[in-house]
């Protein structure tokens, strides 16, 4: 039988066999030994120890394995444990554009490696994603969707102060049109919004099938929440008008609300949108029909249609976490003009007295989310940061810990936001996991996030495509941001 023997191997075991050899050396850039590994596909891996070269990972063995002989690149992770790079799948890079300059570098103080711009417009979030392309080894990874493709009258669309995040699409020549500018712009995948028409949101989802494009977005109030999935809609966002499908009455509130939009047509489409909320979503909390949410979820789960609940904004109103300390100190890393902004609009939304309807519908976030994952529903995480005072980078690890909150465990958080987007984005055999011949986006822990999930906040080191950014490059980074 003829050996193969593998290049990594050094002249070290040469003088003798390779079954007498007990200790393989390896040349890598990095090498991290004694480290417990966590991921959703493999668990807990204790007394490990990681070789990366280039970008990849290229060894995972157990510790005295292998040695490096590189000794100027060996990180001792005793005590410590390593995390793929997280990412965070509802992001809007150019929502605040004062902000966006800093944006990448609070993702990689935090560990998010990879993000989904969820709604931008399209020459600013493609520039984004270039850039980020063109830096892996200091940047996360950008996926993007371009604008909202919303119906008429149109949300986010730059008025009343409102960021300009939407296309308006009013026919079908119109959806065909975007539908192909974003395809040859090399968008990610496509977002469709809430005013949409039955019958251009049909023909957007045939379009974006045959150019294979995943769709994401809420479910248009013109729709069902089956229909929607039945349609081909790879992800839905914010758990947005579930509760609607949910209702006993389902059906006449349909109706409904499709009058309403038919009649609205000339007002301001914000607006529009919150009345129809506010008309339905109490009594469909308050009349949930068990059988006809089961049916939802028997479809999602049927047609793998990804739900990001975005617990950090959904919840936002109801929790309040952001009135802590230590969630205000964040701000210190932010724009000086955007932390004096939001101190003082937080400080005023303090005051204002908790509504009984929010935290209704907070706790219904919070319950429906673990009921998803309970019947086999794809959960992905993500916050819309930096709507409503979510510090990019940092409010993903308050999205974990709702996760958490809900019902879900540790592993099961973590695989919410690393395995579960790189599935989305048929990218699985390149991240997500602490393997060999992934790429190496990792994370350095100094505590256990399957003890406590707010252990993944405890960062030594992030690992961004094979580059080390250890605790003093990171500590260094912030003091840039809380200095600009």
Excluded at 304 to 323: C, D, H, K, N, R
Aim: glycine share 6%; hydrophobic share 40%; with cysteine.
């Amino acid at each position: 039988m003829k050996l193969k023997v593998y290049p990594i191997l050094l002249m070290a075991c040469l003088n003798t066999t390779i079954f007498s050899c007990s200790k393989k050396s390896i040349t890598a850039d990095l090498t991290i030994t004694n480290v417990s590994l966590i991921d959703s596909k493999n668990g807990l891996r204790k007394n490990s120890t990681v070789h990366i070269k280039d970008s990849h990972i290229i060894k995972v063995d157990t510790t005295n394995t292998f040695t490096n002989t590189n000794k100027h690149a060996v990180i001792n992770g005793s005590g410590k444990f390593l995390i793929p790079g997280l990412w965070d799948t509802h992001v809007h890079l150019t929502y605040n554009k004062e902000l966006t300059p800093t944006m990448f570098d609070l993702f990689m103080l935090y560990g998010i490696t990879s993000i989904r711009d969820t709604g931008g417009e399209l020459h600013l979030v493609s520039t984004l994603k270039m850039k980020a392309d063109k830096d892996p080894k200091n940047k996360p990874r950008v996926t993007i969707t371009g604008p909202l493709l919303d119906g008429v009258p149109t949300v986010y669309n730059g008025a009343n102060n409102s960021p300009k995040l939407v296309t308006g699409v009013s026919n079908l020549g119109e959806a065909k049109k975007q539908i192909h500018l974003l395809n040859n712009a090399n968008v990610d995948a496509i977002k469709l919004y809430e005013m949409l028409s039955p019958e251009i949101f049909t023909a957007l989802m045939h379009i974006s099938d045959s150019l294979n494009i995943p769709a994401t977005g809420h479910v248009p109030l013109s729709i069902d929440a089956i229909e929607a999935s039945n349609a081909g809609m790879r992800s839905m966002e914010h758990l947005r008008n579930l509760e609607l499908a949910f209702s006993k009455n389902w059906d006449s509130l349909l109706l409904e609300r499709r009058s309403m939009l038919s009649k609205g047509k000339d007002k301001i489409g914000m607006k529009l949108r919150s009345n129809i909320h506010r008309s339905q979503r109490a009594h469909a909390l308050a009349n949930v029909d068990t059988r006809r949410k089961e049916e939802v979820f028997r479809t999602l789960k049927n047609n793998e249609t990804w739900q990001v609940p975005t617990l950090t904004i959904m919840t936002v109103a109801s929790l309040q976490f952001f009135g802590s300390d230590e969630w205000k100190a964040t701000f210190k890393q932010l724009p000086k003009e955007v932390e004096q902004d939001w101190l003082e609009r937080l400080g005023k939304f303090l005051k204002i007295p908790k509504r009984e309807e929010m935290i209704t519908y907070g706790d219904w976030m919070l319950k429906t989310t673990k009921e998803l994952y309970d019947a086999e529903v794809k959960i992905m995480a993500g916050t819309d940061t930096p709507i409503f005072f979510l510090t990019p980078g940092y409010s993903l690890h308050e999205e974990l810990a709702l996760l958490v909150k809900s019902g879900l465990t540790p592993m099961q958080a973590l695989d919410a936001a690393t395995v579960q987007p790189a599935v989305y984005f048929k990218i699985q055999d390149k991240i997500g996991t602490i393997e060999e011949g992934k790429i190496a986006d990792l994370i350095l822990l100094n505590a256990n996030p399957l003890k406590d999930i707010r252990n993944t906040t405890q960062i030594e080191s992030v690992i961004k495509d094979g580059k080390l950014h250890n605790r003093k490059v990171l500590d260094n980074l912030k003091s840039k941001l809380e200095q600009q």
